[in-house]
């Protein structure tokens, strides 16, 4: 299995530019994870879905953001406009059930983002 | 006060000595405890899980959960340059979600 995907890697946008993040959950499984992570704030959980439903997007820190999961194989991250404070490393992760069982979340290889 | 409260470290320690990594959890409702390793510039992964009071034992990791006081601690036995990297404790309250600790890093120097 090819594990996570995430894409691009590395972005380096200038502010008020629109971003979107990719990424490519493992297959078979159900949930899908996006997380923040910053030296200041740690990792943060921003939005997860359960069979391409939204479940949660309590984390999500403003309208700027957005999530979607079109089908079982992919999902988007975008922020419009972005700022600089958003700068940080954003990672997709997946499970084939919730974060508190007994499963493990992959998380993909990450988008570190740089807002100029 | 923060839900997952880790030292930020950094927490030295020579080589072949225990490396002992600690978290509180604010939440007494929380069901479930893990342990994830990430290296500088790479993701986070799983290396230990725990639901229990006790201790759980896997090679040379050792996990260690008090409810009643709620912290969760991680031991690392013969500690090796290898294991240098910033250790995440996530916490979860019987959801869906896990909630992490900002992490401690561990540096072992041969």
């Known amino acids: 299995d090819a594990g996570v995907i995430q894409s691009p890697r590395h972005e380096v946008t200038e502010m008020g530019q629109e971003v979107t993040l990719r990424c490519k959950p493992i297959s078979g499984h159900d949930y899908l994870f996006w997380y923040r992570q910053t030296m200041m704030r740690g990792l943060e959980l921003l939005i997860y879905?359960?069979?391409?439903?939204?479940?949660?997007d309590s984390g999500m820190p403003e309208d700027r953001f957005s999530a979607k999961m079109p089908n079982a194989s992919f999902s988007t991250l975008k922020i419009q406009p972005s700022e600089p404070r958003d700068s940080a490393v954003y990672f997709c992760?997946?499970?084939?059930?919730?974060?508190?069982?007994?499963?493990?979340?992959?998380f993909g290889p990450g988008t570190r983002l740089t807002v100029l | 006060q923060k839900e997952v409260e880790q030292n930020s470290g950094p927490l030295s320690v020579p080589e072949g000595a225990i490396a002992s990594l600690n978290c509180t959890y604010s939440?007494?409702?929380?069901?479930?405890f893990f342990w994830y390793r990430q290296y500088s510039g790479k993701s986070p992964e799983l290396i230990m899980s725990?639901?229990?009071?006790g201790d759980k034992e896997d090679g040379r990791f050792t996990a260690q959960l008090n409810k009643a006081s709620q912290y969760v601690s991680l031991l690392i036995r013969d500690s090796q340059p290898s294991d240098s990297a910033t250790y995440l404790c996530a916490v979860n309250k019987n959801t869906d979600k896990l909630i992490f600790g900002t992490g401690t890093r561990l540096q072992v120097f041969p």
């Open positions: 939440d007494r409702g929380s069901q479930s």
């Open positions: 992760a997946s499970s084939s059930t919730g974060g508190g069982s007994t499963d493990t979340q992959y």
């Open positions: 879905f359960n069979n391409n439903v939204p479940i949660d």
């Open positions: 725990i639901y229990s009071n």
